[in-house]
């Protein structure tokens, strides 16, 4: 399924012409004050009669401020800031992980009230240049649909492996466009085990983790009839005693499915988890994920 079929907008998917960053969002609002008088230039004549009075040399135009304007992207989570304002953690296509205040969103006739919902596509434009900036707009593009029930629980899933695994401000134009397909994969009901395992590989590789399952540190072709091994710092290897217990044992035929994207066969669905489980636990360095266990539970992971 691509964007087109999945009912995103294209428009929106296309990149923008001009995007440049804006203020911090903390910093104390100043008084407007009225434009200085400009004083005229000393004339040729009055220079000569004033003597040693130089022409003072025209001042350099002001700094623009950092703004970017109509970015795509989504909500991944927020909480509450001061009185009426949230801080909202979002995922942009062309800035990647951005945090955003969104000053009033909590005002009960706030126009981004009904607006900064997670796993809605967003136009989102924002003012700053620190570590927290400024949302100064945000328009609902709509063209996805809602996920509910099981879908909504994985989509909470996946958000948290982006804020686990996505630095602040490092684009991943590649994953912001699997993330919209995941999310309309799971809107339309498609298997979660097979969507949310297609995500996973994309993550792992655009975040710089990835590896190789068609050949072993051997260099050696993966055959689907033998078993293998994979070691979360070299990749793939032919399965032996002498290694470490806890890498987990998977089918050649598996590692194969996994690189076709091909989760149908049972055994691929049961080992390509544990694989998937083992990998990002530990390039997590073992911290839980809170929505994996509430999808354990269910048994959608």
């Known amino acids: 399924m691509n964007a087109i079929d999945a009912g995103t907008n294209d428009a929106w998917m296309s990149p923008p012409a001009d995007d440049r960053p804006d203020d911090d969002f903390d910093a104390p609002e100043r008084p407007v004050r009225p434009a200085p008088k400009r004083r005229r230039a000393p004339s040729s004549s ?17 700094r623009s401020d950092f703004r970017v304007s109509e970015q795509p992207g989504f909500v991944l989570h927020s909480h509450p800031y001061r009185e009426t304002s949230l801080v909202i953690d979002v995922f942009s296509r062309d800035h990647g992980r951005i945090a955003l205040v969104a000053k009033g969103a909590k005002r009960p006739h706030s126009a981004l009230r009904g607006v900064l919902q997670t ?15 400024t949302l ?3 328009e609902w593009v709509g063209g996805m649909l809602p996920l509910t029930g099981d879908a909504l629980l994985c989509g ?3 958000n948290e492996l982006l804020v686990k695994f996505c630095a602040r401000e490092d684009a991943h134009p590649a994953l912001f466009n699997h993330y919209v397909l995941t999310l309309s994969r799971l809107a339309h009901g498609e298997p979660a085990v097979q969507v949310l395992r297609s995500f996973e590989r994309v993550l792992l590789r ?3 983790y990835a590896m190789a399952l068609t050949r072993t540190v051997a260099r050696d072709d993966v055959l689907p009839e033998r078993r293998y091994t994979f070691d979360p710092e070299r990749g793939v290897r032919e399965a032996s005693d002498d290694l470490p ?3 987990p044992v998977i089918a050649g035929q598996t590692l194969l499915d996994m690189e076709r994207d091909d989760y ?7 080992q390509s988890k544990t694989l998937m489980r083992f990998l ?3 390039h997590l360095g073992g911290a839980p994920l809170a929505t994996r266990q509430i999808l354990i539970d269910l048994q959608n992971l």
């Open 46 to 62: 009055s220079s000569a009669a004033g003597g040693a009075e130089k022409a003072r040399p025209p001042r350099a135009a002001p």
């Open 119 to 133: 796993f809605q596509p967003l136009g989102l434009s924002w003012t700053g240049k620190g570590e927290v900036r």
């Open 136 to 138: 100064t707009t945000a």
């Open 156 to 158: 909470f899933y996946v």
């Open 206 to 208: 655009e975040t710089g």
């Open 245 to 247: 217990a806890q890498w």
């Open 264 to 270: 149908s066969s049972g055994q691929t669905a049961v």
């Open 280 to 282: 990002l636990n530990y």
